[in-house]
C-alpha cells in the first residue's frame, strides 16, 4: 500500500517556518538584517537531542521531503523512497529535519521575499548566496531546535555539497557526512551547462533584467527549457533509450506544424520544462546554479583537497552511479582518495545504475540496502 496511510509513509506533514532576527553576514560581504527558513520535521527528537538527521537539497529541491501536505496531494515529498518508518533514514529512530534553503522559492527568504529596503521583491537585487550561507543558516536553525549535533547531515548532488561543507566547517558539529552523486567541485563542463540554463532566462522578454514580479510577468520560457537542458543532464543516455527508444507521439505524424511534438521525448521534456516554470523562480534558479558554480570544498586550502578535509572528524559516506555523467564517479572516488589519505572513516561505493544522475532519488538495486545498512550505524 503507498499513500498517506501506508506503513512506510510519515504520513501528512505541516510545514512551518522560523524567524531570525539576528543578521546574517553572507560570504559576499554584505548582509541580511532578518530572514525565515521554512522547513518540515519528521520523528521524534529524543531526550539528549542526539538523533537528528539534517537533509540537504538538492537544486530544484525544497524542505518537503517525506510524507504529504494533504490527503489529495497525489505525489509525496521528493525523497520519501529513502524517509520514513523503516526506510533509510528511519523516521522511528531519528528526528529529521529538512530545510527549504536561504535564497530559495518555498518559503524561505529569497528573491521574491519582500526587501525591506524599498518595499518591493528583491529579485535580482538578493544577495549571491553561497554553500556556507546555507550551512551557516542551518545551523542557526538546528541551534533553535535545541540541537548541537547533528547524527547525520545527508545530501545529494547540491545537498552532497552543503553535506561536505558542514563537515569542512563544523567538524564537531557531526557524525556521519553521506555525500551522493555528488563533488568536492563543479567542472568546467557543468558550469558550462549551468550557463547555457542561464542564458535561456537572460534570453526570455519577460525576464526583464529580473524585475518580473512588479510587472506580473514570468519568464516562462526561459525557465523551461533552463529545465529541459538540466532534466537531459541528470539522465543518461541508455535510461532515456529504455524509457523512450525513438517513440513517436501518437497522432504526431502528418502535422504540418513546424514545432510540432513528434517523438515521446520531446513530449517528456516539454512537459518537464512547463511544469517546472509554474512551481520554481527564475531567479532563484539564477542565484542557486551560481552557488553551484562557486563551491570548491578546497578553495581556502589552495586547492588541496586533503588540506580541506584534513581537520573532518565525521565517518563519511559516498554513492557514486555508474551512469550519472553530470557528477560522474571519477568524481567522488576524487574524493574518497582525498578523505583515504587523511586516515579518515569513508564508505564508498559506485552503484550500477542506469538511470544518470537521478538515481539518488529512486530505488534502484542495490542502492538503498546499502543506505540502510550505513544508516543503521548511525547513532548506535
Same mark, same amino acid.
Given at each position: ?28 560581504? &554584505?548582509?541580511? *538584517? ?30 518537503? +521531503? ?8 497525489? $505525489?509525496? %515529498? ?8 523503516? $526506510?533509510?533514514?528511519?523516521?522511528? &529512530?531519528?528526528?529529521?529535519? !529538512? ?28 544577495? =549571491?548566496? =553561497?554553500?556556507? *550561507?546555507?550551512?551557516?543558516? =542551518? ?11 547533528? +547524527? ?73 527549457? +533552463? ?11 541508455? %535510461?532515456? !533509450? ?28 516539454? @512537459? ?12 532563484? @534558479?539564477?542565484?542557486?546554479? &551560481? ?41 567522488? =572516488? ?23 544522475? *537521478? ?17 543503521? &550505524?548511525?547513532?548506535?
Amino acid at each position: 500500500m503507498t499513500g498517506v496511510d501506508s506503513a512506510g509513509s510519515v504520513g501528512l506533514v505541516i510545514p512551518f517556518v522560523e524567524v531570525f532576527e539576528e543578521p546574517l553576514t553572507l560570504a559576499c560581504g &554584505r548582509t541580511l *538584517d532578518r530572514f525565515e527558513l521554512v522547513l518540515e520535521t519528521y520523528g521524534v527528537l529524543n531526550a539528549d537531542a542526539s538523533n537528528a538527521i539534517l537533509i540537504c537539497h538538492a537544486l530544484s529541491g525544497n524542505h518537503h +521531503a517525506a510524507g504529504f501536505h494533504s490527503r489529495d496531494e497525489r $505525489k509525496p %515529498g521528493w525523497w520519501d523512497v529513502a524517509i520514513g518508518p523503516g $526506510k533509510a533514514i528511519d523516521t522511528d &529512530r531519528f528526528f529529521v529535519v !529538512s530545510v527549504n534553503n536561504l535564497g530559495g522559492c518555498h518559503g524561505s527568504t529569497g528573491p521574491a521575499s519582500i526587501n525591506p529596503a524599498t518595499g518591493s521583491p528583491w529579485g535580482p537585487d538578493f544577495p =549571491q548566496i =553561497q554553500i556556507d *550561507d546555507w550551512v551557516e543558516s =542551518q545551523r542557526r536553525l538546528a541551534q533553535r531546535l535545541g540541537i548541537s549535533r547533528w +547524527a547525520a547531515v545527508i545530501g545529494g548532488s547540491l545537498g552532497g555539497m552543503q553535506a561536505l561543507q558542514w563537515a569542512v566547517s563544523y567538524p564537531d558539529w557531526l557524525d556521519h557526512c553521506v555525500v551522493l552523486a555528488s563533488a568536492p567541485r563543479l567542472s568546467a563542463q557543468n558550469i558550462a551547462f549551468n550557463e547555457i540554463a542561464r542564458h535561456a532566462i537572460l534570453s526570455d522578454p519577460d525576464w526583464l533584467d529580473g524585475h518580473y514580479y512588479q510587472n506580473d510577468r514570468i519568464p516562462e520560457k526561459g525557465l523551461g527549457l +533552463a529545465r529541459m537542458v538540466g532534466h537531459l543532464t541528470y539522465m543518461s543516455a541508455d %535510461g532515456m !533509450s529504455d524509457k523512450f527508444g525513438r517513440e513517436l507521439r501518437e497522432g504526431s505524424l502528418g502535422s504540418e506544424e513546424s514545432d510540432a511534438v513528434v517523438f515521446q521525448v520531446e513530449s517528456y521534456l516539454r @512537459y518537464q520544462g512547463a511544469q517546472f516554470s509554474t512551481r520554481f523562480d527564475a531567479n532563484t @534558479y539564477m542565484l542557486m546554479t &551560481r552557488a553551484l558554480d562557486f563551491f570548491d570544498i578546497s578553495r581556502d586550502h589552495d586547492g588541496d583537497l586533503r588540506r580541506a578535509l584534513a581537520n573532518t572528524t565525521a565517518s563519511f559516506l559516498v554513492l557514486s552511479f555508474s551512469s550519472d555523467w553530470r557528477f560522474s564517479p571519477a568524481r567522488s =572516488q576524487e574524493l574518497v582518495d582525498a578523505l583515504l589519505a587523511e586516515g579518515k572513516p569513508v564508505t564508498y561505493a559506485d552503484i550500477e545504475a542506469n538511470e544518470g544522475h *537521478d538515481s539518488f532519488l529512486i530505488d534502484v538495486p542495490g542502492y538503498l540496502p546499502l543506505f540502510t545498512a550505513y544508516m543503521a &550505524r548511525v547513532g548506535c
